[in-house]
């Protein structure tokens, strides 16, 4: 049948079969169909074209689904010009042709369905209709939106049997509980976050496209080896300060519940809205810092220059905006062991082929993620000898091997000079510092500190912070996430989706769907949020920020206070 033509006697397995190959023929040779009966015994269609000869006639054969054709009349004599458009490429039809290639490619986008079907065919489709096949394709292959939300209370009870000791919570709003927000944190990373990761926390999220549209909020923090490691992760109906601050709060809840001590945590933002007063208020004695990759981005786009080379007292006077404990190290207070971004991105790329499935398979893609992950380190911290994780064991033989080259001159017990050819440098190995504050700022002997520990015949890898040994990645992937089972399964765990047919535990999806159109890319950056504005000018009193026309005299102050809120 690939070449679309058929013979008197041909079978076709039952009618459906015989249906999509005359429809697939029609489509290939660029010739409308006019069907005058069909059901499901027989069959009998011409060409929709006035005057051309061409008939064909099926029937099903006694005792059987077998489909036979028995005539076929005339040969087209109306030129085959259905190239613009085919009544019998319809949606359902479209469907079929993209089913395997949305599975193999979720991000197969309406206008390469155009290509490819034009392509193929030679036909040409709005795009409106290769974007609603894609939409019903992605409900066939992975379920509908709706359904996603009705299932999530099923879903993360299935979480919690599986893998004890996650948090997977799923909150609602309004009588009729709307979804609203879902919060996620397997045991395993809860655990392995506080037994064996740098104390820093990266905080971002990230936009989703399915029907509902929503935002992924998430946590994520480095290993020893310098790693994302995700600790948690929440999808919001809305982003703004309410949900940053819930967030934060199941995040601070988590980690409350499964440590004797909170530790001194280091979060690392992109300045997002509400982000930096809900780390304020949920975790106080904590230090921020923005993420610099962000920062730069938005020196780079407010200045129209990628490099920034030379000096500029604009851009100082613009950066000037941010107090400098956010952004400079000389100021900041706490530790950022070298890691001056976050690797939020990094996390975001997880998903990026799924954000526009529905919410329970955006979950799914990040637990699949997260499980081959841990096992692939774990596995690959087997075959590591050495005191510290590579990238940490490298920076310590560099700095060993400078150290070699450097003259210690020891002061007393813990404080010694070390010279070198371009410097002198004062080193206290009591408090781990330095005067270049390498050591300080990397959590890692600096070369100077290293020449002094070995002048006293001590251990250079006893001064590395514990967090970057190889025993301490061991233990950040010591537990397993565990498999969660497909929804067929789940009447086999004792929780049968038919269970959520009482109305007090179903989840409706949120009241707002996503608007038609392109959805913009990204998101809003702090430059555009404190970009200066025109300046207007009253030629009444002489004042600026407003008009003659709204003038009121008695008031002069106009001076709009600054917020910080992203980057």
């Not at 290509?115 to 709005?126: M, N, R, V």
């Not at 309004?174 to 809860?190: C, K, P």
């Not at 407010?302 to 500029?312: C, G, T, V």
């Not at 009253?538 to 206070?561: F, L, P, V």
Request: charged share 25%; glycine share 6%.
């Amino acid at each position: 049948m690939e070449d679309h033509t058929f013979v008197v006697g041909q079978e076709f397995p039952d009618v459906k079969a015989f249906r999509n190959a005359i429809k697939e023929a029609a489509i290939a040779q660029h010739f409308e169909l006019r069907i005058v009966k069909s059901d499901l015994i027989r069959y009998f269609a011409k060409c929709a074209s006035e005057g051309c000869p061409w008939r064909i006639r099926a029937v099903k054969l006694p005792s059987a689904p077998t489909f036979t054709i028995r005539s076929l009349e005339g040969t087209h004599t109306c030129g085959k010009n259905a190239q613009n458009g085919h009544h019998q490429a319809s949606v359902d039809w479209i469907v079929s042709f993209i089913e395997e290639r949305l599975r193999d490619n979720i991000n197969y986008k309406p206008k390469d369905i155009l290509h490819d079907i034009h392509k193929q065919y030679g036909i040409i489709i709005p795009y409106k209709q290769a974007w609603r096949a894609k939409e019903r394709g992605l409900a066939a292959i992975y379920g509908s939106s709706e359904e996603g939300y009705c299932m999530l209370p099923t879903f993360c009870e299935q979480i919690k049997k599986t893998n004890p000791g996650s948090i997977a919570e799923v909150f609602t709003t309004g009588a009729d509980n709307r979804f609203q927000r879902l919060f996620i944190s397997f045991h395993a990373s809860i655990c392995g976050f506080l037994s064996g990761c740098l104390p820093i926390v990266g905080l971002g999220g990230i936009q989703l496209k399915s029907k509902y549209l929503g935002t992924l909020l998430s946590a994520t923090a480095f290993d020893a080896d310098g790693g994302l490691f995700p600790l948690a992760f929440g999808i919001v109906d809305k982003e703004n300060d309410d949900s940053w601050i819930w967030f934060l709060s199941e995040l601070h809840k988590a980690l409350e519940m499964n440590s004797e001590k909170m530790p001194q945590l280091t979060f690392l933002s992109d300045g997002q809205k509400g982000t930096l007063d809900a780390v304020r208020r949920k975790f106080p004695n904590s230090c921020q810092a923005f993420c610099m990759r962000y920062l730069s981005e938005s020196i780079s786009k407010e200045f129209k220059n990628s490099r920034l080379r030379d000096a500029s007292p604009e851009a100082a006077k613009w950066i000037q905006q941010f107090p400098p404990s956010r952004w400079a190290l000389l100021y900041f207070e706490g530790t950022r062991y070298g890691h001056l971004s976050s690797n939020i991105e990094e996390f975001n790329r997880w998903i990026l082929d799924a954000r526009e499935l529905p919410i329970i398979q955006v979950v799914e893609q990040i637990h699949n993620k997260l499980m081959s992950e841990f096992e692939d380190r774990r596995t690959r911290s087997h075959s590591w000898f050495s005191v510290l994780a590579p990238s940490a064991e490298t920076r310590m033989r560099e700095v060993i091997s400078r150290a070699s080259t450097y003259q210690v001159l020891r002061s007393d017990e813990v404080e010694f000079e070390v010279i070198s050819a371009e410097r002198s440098d004062i080193v206290n190995i009591g408090k781990h510092s330095c005067s270049c504050r390498d050591w300080q700022l990397y959590g890692i002997p600096c070369a100077h500190a290293a020449a002094a520990i070995m002048s006293c015949r001590k251990d250079v890898y006893a001064f590395a912070e514990k967090c970057f040994t190889v025993a301490s990645y061991c233990e950040a992937y010591s537990e397993e996430i565990y498999p969660i089972p497909q929804k067929i399964d789940w009447n086999k765990f004792g929780e049968a989706p038919s269970t959520l047919n009482e109305d007090a535990q179903v989840v409706r999806p949120p009241k707002f769907r996503r608007p038609p159109g392109r959805p913009e890319k990204k998101r809003i950056c702090v430059e555009e949020l404190n970009r200066e504005k025109h300046t207007v000018h009253c030629s009444r009193c002489n004042q600026t920020g407003h008009y003659k026309t709204t003038c009121k005299a008695d008031i002069m102050k106009g001076i709009e206070q600054f917020e910080p809120c992203r980057i």
